[in-house]
């Protein structure tokens, strides 16, 4: 998967207030975490967004591979994308 790739599917269930099954949620969050590297402000913003709205706490690693992911990229992200993450 691209970055993007993931991050709409996770938007998609994340709209249609749908929580997947719990084993295709984990995989996700392992592919998020492998290709966090590549991931824009929008693709950070976008993802924590889904996590939320879904009622989905990701693992507490990931999460802190998105917070320094999206401290590195801080200048980079739209007043709207920062909004997302907070």
Do not use: C, I, Y
């Not at 976008?46 to 917070?67: G, R, S, Y």
């Amino acid at each position: 998967f691209k970055p993007q790739d993931l991050v709409m599917m996770l938007h998609a269930f994340a709209k249609m207030e749908h929580a997947p099954e719990r084993e295709l949620v984990q995989s996700m969050e392992r592919a998020v975490s492998g290709k966090l590297g590549e991931f824009t402000p929008q693709n950070l913003a976008n993802t924590l967004w889904a996590f939320a709205k879904m009622e989905h706490v990701p693992k507490q690693e990931l999460l802190q591979h998105m917070e320094r992911a999206a401290s590195r990229k801080l200048g980079e992200f739209k007043p709207q994308e920062l909004s997302m993450t907070l």
